[in-house]
C-alpha cells in the first residue's frame, strides 16, 4: 500500500518512491517501469517481480545495471543558491518537489550557471533512512532536467537507480540532474545523489513521457 502521503500528482504514488518500493522485489540496483498511475491507499498485489491493483498492472522491476556516469559534484552552497521552488508546477503537493508540502523532501532543483545540470541540496532526515527515499530522491531532478517542465508536463515512465548507501539524518547532501536526449514524447535523464563527503550515494537513469 502506498500511503497518501508518499504522492505526486494529487490521486497517485510519487514515481521515484513507487519504484524504490517495488526494487525490493529484485534487489539493488534494479529498474522499474510504471504501467500504470500508482494508486493511493489501496491494497496492492504483488505477483513475482510485479506490483498489481486488481487487474491493471501497476509496475513491473528487474535486476539492470545503470549505465550513466555521474558528473562532478555540485557543491551544497552553490546547489542552495540555484534551488527555487517550481511554483507553477501541476503537481504542488509532490511529496519530492512540492512547494506546498512541508512534510515533504522539498527538493527544488534550478539550473546550474555554466553546466548543463539542474542541482538541489537536500537534508534527508530520520524517517528517511531506506533505500526508497534516495529513489525519490533521484527522481524529480531528472523531470526538470529535460527541459520539458516550463513548456509542458512529464511523467515518470521508467527508473532504473543504483543506491551506495542510505543517507544519514542531518546529512549535507545534493542532488544533481542532466538531459540524456529525447525521442519525440520520451526524454532521458541521469541523476545522481551526493553525500555530505562528495560521494556518490546514489545514481539512476529515467525515461520521462509527455502525455498526449
Not at 23 to 52: C, H, K, M, Q, Y
Not at 138 to 151: F, I, K, N, Q, S
Not at 162 to 183: I, N, Q, T
Amino acid at each position: 500500500m502506498i500511503d497518501g502521503r508518499f504522492r505526486g500528482p494529487a490521486t497517485s504514488g510519487n514515481g521515484g518512491y513507487t519504484c524504490g518500493l517495488v526494487a525490493a522485489l529484485v534487489g539493488n540496483p534494479a529498474e522499474v517501469t510504471l504501467s500504470a498511475p500508482p494508486p493511493l491507499d489501496v491494497p496492492l498485489r504483488i505477483d513475482g517481480t510485479s506490483v498489481w491493483a486488481g487487474a491493471t498492472l501497476v509496475a513491473d522491476a528487474r535486476s539492470a545495471s545503470i549505465g550513466v556516469v555521474p558528473p562532478e559534484p555540485v557543491s551544497f552552497d552553490e546547489a542552495m543558491s540555484v534551488a527555487e521552488p517550481d511554483l507553477g508546477s501541476p503537481f504542488p503537493e509532490c511529496f519530492v518537489c512540492g512547494h506546498k508540502r512541508a512534510d515533504g523532501l522539498r527538493i527544488f532543483a534550478g539550473r546550474v550557471p555554466g553546466r548543463d545540470l539542474v542541482a538541489a541540496p537536500w537534508i534527508p532526515g530520520e524517517e528517511h533512512a531506506a533505500p526508497e527515499f534516495v529513489w525519490a530522491a533521484l527522481d524529480c531532478p531528472g523531470a526538470y532536467a529535460t527541459g520539458v517542465p516550463g513548456r509542458g508536463t512529464v511523467v515518470l515512465g521508467r527508473l532504473a537507480a543504483r543506491v551506495e548507501r542510505v543517507p544519514h539524518a542531518g546529512e549535507r547532501c545534493v542532488v544533481v540532474g542532466w538531459s540524456l536526449g529525447a525521442d519525440g514524447r520520451k526524454h532521458f535523464a541521469g541523476t545522481a545523489l551526493y553525500g555530505g563527503a562528495g560521494d556518490v550515494v546514489g545514481v539512476a537513469r529515467a525515461v520521462w513521457i509527455e502525455p498526449r
